[in-house]
């Protein structure tokens, strides 16, 4: 199984990006599930969950700001980010699980300037 993360870049306070990530490969059983960032120097930190109903959980930093969804093909995920700070620079993986195993893309940047 592979998950392909894109989306991040460059982008100024306040503004806006949207993230993907996309599974591919043997996908029998795999659930994507949501994001996590990890900051240069700190450790990884959970963003965003969804789950099958579609219930949703975020991270209080992010919360108000950011939109986890699902995608109409089936384990595509998407986190809309809006309203961007400093703080929120990192890469950002998406996490999915697999027959109990957690599995992880290998990330995209995304940088806020103030």
């Known amino acids: 199984v592979q998950l392909q993360a894109s989306g991040g870049g460059l982008v100024q306070a306040g503004g806006s990006l949207r993230l993907s990530c996309a599974a591919s490969?043997?996908?029998?059983?795999?659930?994507?599930r949501g994001w996590y960032r990890q900051a240069p120097g700190k450790q990884r930190e959970f963003v965003a969950v969804?789950?099958?109903?579609?219930?949703?959980i975020y991270a209080d930093s992010v919360k108000g700001r950011f939109t986890v969804s699902r995608g109409s093909i089936k384990n595509w995920v998407y986190l809309q980010m809006n309203g961007l700070k400093p703080e929120d620079t990192a890469v950002y993986y998406c996490?999915?699980?697999?027959?109990?195993?957690?599995?992880w893309g290998q990330g995209t940047l995304v940088t806020v300037s103030s």
């Open positions: 969804i789950d099958s109903s579609g219930a949703t």
């Open positions: 996490n999915a699980v697999q027959r109990g195993t957690p599995l």
């Open positions: 490969g043997s996908i029998f059983g795999l659930d994507v």
